[in-house]
């Protein structure tokens, strides 16, 4: 891979992932580690507000990134890399917490007490994000999906729904009823918010 | 109704906008959609207070990650890269998705599920067979019925036997004891093909000449009657 094309991979652009998962396609080892080392964490991201375990957070990444390596030849371009890649690990996700049969877990307690004594601005946004999170775990998984592509990846409804593979319509649903839940659940929290 | 908006109108470009506000606020919202509800959120107080609450939430971003490390997972998923390609969760968008592939079930599991008494294959089958013996059944009796054994048919006394030999009817005395009696077939060098008749009368088939039968068996002195028949005469 020349230096110029190598670039524009690690620069995490549409066009750069595209970039990857062509080379991917072609068998490139090197592509598929950058590719992966990419979307490890956003993917871990999205994957720890439906679990709290490590070793499933890794195998289900580790699921959806060994489908990007066999099918990658079979991606057409017709959507974003990322839209892809989520698809298939919102899917991973769903058949490993529904086969676990997992309940919602609220961390709020577990991570309270991390921050205490920092009376600055950082710790009241990681007080507040805490809480979100807290907030957020009670969602039904659906509701917390689209609730985290839309905040925490910054996708659109549209790409969201792809993701999903519903109506645009159902992706608004979600998040008016995630919006209603956390409203309620966060009212002491936001109601000190400039 | 919202005391924010009062039209029909305003209602719906409020609902749209009410809609829209987390794309507001993640920046992806764009083209006339942006512009509406922009236009709409300037003069809604309502909209504005959501949309702050909303852009709140995005700026706190999520809480802090767990503990996950994608060299160590790395490492992990590498040796599978060689694999053979198995069934996987592809959305159909882009692939088409195999059926989950089933482990073989072991020998026992087999054997469990073939003689399972809610087996399907099984009850075919057995209700196959059970057809087809019922059905060969018919046909035999329908055969007996139509094609009636001809052993049946009614028999004079002098008629053939089952290789058409009798010939003679022969009657002994009635003290001749039953030894006695075979004998002087065997040594007349006939045989018994049926009897005794209800008056005690034997009848013998010899497959030779006949004359020299009889003489033997007149020449006995416990025989008092032997006399030839003819096969084919009816009464």
Same mark, same amino acid.
């Given at each position: 891979?020349?230096?110029?094309?190598?670039?524009?991979?690690?620069?995490?652009?549409?066009?750069?992932?595209?970039?990857?998962?062509?080379?991917?396609?072609?068998?490139?080892?090197?592509?598929?580690?950058? @590719?992966?080392?990419?979307?490890?964490?956003?993917?871990?991201?999205?994957?720890?507000?439906?679990?709290?375990?490590?070793?499933?957070?890794?195998?289900?990444?580790?699921?959806?990134?060994?489908?990007?390596?066999?099918?990658?030849?079979?991606?057409?371009?017709?959507?974003?890399?990322?839209?892809?890649?989520?698809?298939?690990?919102?899917?991973?996700?769903?058949?490993?917490?529904?086969?676990?049969?997992?309940?919602?877990?609220?961390?709020?307690?577990?991570?309270?007490?991390?921050?205490?004594?920092?009376?600055?601005?950082?710790?009241?946004?990681?007080?507040?994000?805490?809480?979100?999170?807290?907030?957020?775990?009670?969602?039904?998984?659906?509701?917390?999906?689209?609730?985290?592509?839309?905040?925490?990846?910054?996708?659109?409804?549209?790409?969201?729904?792809?993701?999903?593979?519903?109506?645009?319509?159902?992706?608004?649903?979600?998040?008016?009823?995630?919006?209603?839940?956390?409203?309620?659940?966060?009212?002491?929290? @936001?109601?000190?918010?400039? | 109704?919202?005391?924010?908006?009062?039209?029909?109108?305003?209602?719906?470009?409020?609902?749209?906008?009410?809609?829209?506000?987390?794309?507001?606020?993640?920046?992806?919202?764009?083209?006339?959609?942006?512009?509406?509800?922009?236009?709409?959120?300037?003069?809604?107080?309502?909209?504005?207070? =959501?949309?702050?609450?909303?852009?709140?939430?995005?700026?706190?971003?999520?809480?802090? =990650?767990?503990?996950?490390?994608?060299?160590?997972?790395?490492?992990?998923?590498?040796?599978?890269?060689?694999?053979?390609?198995?069934?996987?969760?592809?959305?159909?968008?882009?692939?088409?998705?195999?059926?989950?592939?089933?482990?073989?079930?072991?020998?026992?599991?087999?054997?469990?599920?073939?003689?399972?008494?809610?087996?399907?294959?099984?009850?075919?089958?057995?209700?196959?067979?059970?057809?087809?013996?019922?059905?060969?059944?018919?046909?035999?009796?329908?055969?007996?019925?139509?094609?009636?054994?001809?052993?049946?048919?009614?028999?004079?006394?002098?008629?053939?036997?089952?290789?058409?030999?009798?010939?003679?009817?022969?009657?002994?005395?009635?003290?001749?004891?039953?030894?006695?009696?075979?004998?002087?077939?065997?040594?007349?060098?006939?045989?018994?093909?049926?009897?005794?008749?209800?008056?005690?009368?034997?009848?013998?088939?010899?497959?030779?000449?006949?004359?020299?039968?009889?003489?033997?068996?007149?020449?006995?002195?416990?025989?008092?009657?032997?006399?030839?028949?003819?096969?084919?005469?009816?009464?």
């Amino acid at each position: 891979m020349d230096r110029k094309i190598e670039a524009q991979a690690a620069a995490g652009t549409a066009e750069g992932d595209a970039i990857l998962v062509g080379r991917v396609a072609a068998g490139d080892r090197h592509a598929f580690e950058m @590719l992966y080392r990419a979307y490890f964490p956003r993917l871990a991201r999205f994957l720890q507000r439906m679990t709290r375990s490590v070793p499933l957070i890794e195998e289900i990444v580790n699921d959806t990134l060994l489908v990007v390596w066999q099918k990658a030849a079979t991606f057409d371009g017709s959507c974003k890399v990322s839209t892809w890649v989520f698809a298939i690990a919102y899917r991973k996700a769903c058949k490993a917490l529904h086969a676990l049969d997992e309940p919602a877990e609220a961390s709020a307690d577990e991570c309270a007490g991390a921050d205490a004594g920092r009376p600055d601005w950082r710790f009241e946004q990681q007080r507040l994000a805490h809480a979100v999170d807290a907030a957020v775990a009670t969602l039904p998984l659906a509701q917390r999906a689209a609730f985290q592509l839309t905040f925490y990846h910054d996708m659109g409804y549209a790409e969201i729904a792809e993701i999903m593979e519903c109506p645009v319509n159902t992706v608004k649903t979600r998040l008016f009823h995630a919006r209603r839940r956390l409203a309620i659940l966060l009212e002491d929290q @936001l109601e000190v918010r400039p | 109704m919202n005391p924010y908006v009062d039209s029909a109108a305003d209602d719906a470009r409020h609902n749209e906008a009410q809609d829209a506000l987390p794309w507001l606020a993640n920046g992806t919202l764009c083209g006339t959609e942006l512009d509406r509800v922009q236009a709409h959120v300037e003069t809604c107080a309502l909209c504005r207070a =959501d949309l702050a609450v909303l852009r709140t939430v995005h700026a706190a971003g999520p809480g802090p =990650d767990l503990d996950w490390d994608p060299e160590r997972a790395l490492e992990r998923l590498l040796p599978q890269l060689d694999a053979p390609l198995p069934a996987q969760d592809v959305p159909e968008v882009h692939a088409v998705q195999a059926p989950p592939a089933q482990p073989a079930p072991g020998l026992r599991r087999r054997w469990r599920t073939l003689l399972a008494a809610n087996d399907r294959t099984w009850l075919r089958a057995a209700v196959a067979a059970q057809f087809c013996a019922i059905a060969v059944l018919a046909v035999l009796l329908a055969r007996l019925t139509a094609q009636p054994d001809s052993n049946h048919d009614y028999h004079v006394l002098g008629a053939a036997g089952a290789n058409g030999a009798a010939r003679v009817v022969v009657t002994f005395r009635p003290d001749t004891p039953e030894r006695e009696l075979r004998r002087i077939v065997r040594a007349s060098g006939a045989r018994i093909v049926g009897g005794p008749t209800v008056t005690d009368a034997w009848l013998v088939g010899a497959d030779g000449r006949l004359a020299p039968v009889l003489a033997r068996l007149r020449a006995e002195p416990a025989v008092t009657l032997a006399e030839p028949l003819s096969t084919d005469e009816r009464p």
